[in-house]
């Protein structure tokens, strides 16, 4: 089949363009390439998929209506896995436009070129970060979600609703994607696993937010990227609970995609400590603004609907993520 991946010059998006081109696949992948974090580690990503020959790379930005809307006329996708987006919960309390630009018109565009040219499933990026301060554990997709405690949160929270819109009044089949925590080689700069290997290997310290007292459900990218595919394969048509009403439309769905099992943050470090042999040097910070305490996925729904559950041991990830690191910036 054909297919549009967005963000294909992410981390994410980069290995699901892998697989898809691996199984023989017709791939444009789509990304702007800003300058969020260091530009050049995408463009290494692109260059680990360059040589496949059904694979085309399309540098455009999302908020470009018209080029959107012309490449999805020009290109007739079959399908579309959208993980494109300004990523990251801090940066949005300092620069809300850009969230806007990319999150919210961005997906707009995204949702119009599937509407008009008879795309047949759209796979979209949600986030755990919709659970904002839930108490309730684990993170079920009946929960409420009604109380982001970030900008980046609530515009993911926006996609659902616009996706389960789009559903409803255009038949257009949508599955969006609640991540929790994804890690792994080639992972973002500005994520933990990032941050705390690199303070770690120079022997500089890492700060330890709400004084360690954080749990995470860390997921493997393997995991992620597995689950993705086996999603976009099967395309809804039943009727679904949304957000613990029964007025769910035939064609929408969200999943939670995590490991089902949360780790201290203190756990954590010490799986890096034992991948580089070396001891962190902690400086133990309050909660930040805009984070959560605790993430936890309930992915029952997830098993029963795939077949499929994440199963990468977190010390076995963390090993892979070090050598990738040290053999990328060595």
């Known amino acids: 089949m054909k297919y549009l991946v967005t963000g294909a010059a992410g981390f994410i998006g980069n290995f699901v363009a892998e697989r898809l081109c691996e199984e023989g696949h017709e791939v444009v992948g789509l990304d702007n390439l800003n300058n969020y974090y260091d530009p050049a580690l995408k463009l290494a990503r692109l260059k680990r998929i360059e040589h496949y020959t059904n694979f085309t790379f399309i540098k455009m930005d999302l908020a470009d209506r018209e080029g959107i809307a012309n490449l999805f006329s020009v290109e007739k996708f079959e399908r579309v896995i959208h993980l494109a987006a300004q990523a990251g919960v801090r940066y949005s309390i300092e620069n809300p436009l850009a969230y806007v630009d990319s999150n919210l018109v961005g997906f707009t565009t995204i949702l119009e070129g599937c509407r008009h040219n008879d795309v047949k499933h759209l796979v979209y990026a949600s986030s755990s970060s919709v659970y904002g301060a839930n108490v309730k554990i684990p993170f079920s997709t009946d929960d409420v979600v009604d109380h982001p405690v970030s900008l980046y949160a609530a515009t993911k929270k926006s996609n659902e609703l616009m996706a389960h819109t789009y559903s409803h009044l255009y038949n257009l089949p949508t599955t969006g994607l609640r991540f929790f925590t994804v890690y792994g080689p080639w992972g973002r700069p500005d994520m933990a696993p990032f941050l705390f290997t690199k303070a770690i290997n120079n022997k500089e310290p890492i700060k330890v937010f709400n004084n360690g007292k954080m749990q995470r459900d860390f997921t493997y990218i393997d995991d992620i990227v597995e689950g993705i595919i086996r999603i976009q394969a099967v395309i809804p048509t039943t009727k679904s609970s ?89």
């Open 242 to 330: 949304v957000t613990g009403t029964s007025s769910g439309s035939p064609l929408y769905k969200i999943f939670n995609i995590g490991n089902n099992e949360p780790v201290g943050l203190e756990t954590f470090i010490n799986c890096i400590e034992n991948a580089l042999g070396e001891k962190a040097i902690k400086k133990y910070m309050p909660m930040q603004d805009g984070d959560v305490v605790r993430t936890f996925a309930d992915i029952s729904d997830l098993e029963k609907s795939i077949g499929y559950k994440p199963a990468t041991k977190l010390q076995d990830g963390v090993n892979e993520f070090v050598s990738w690191y040290k053999n990328f910036y060595k």
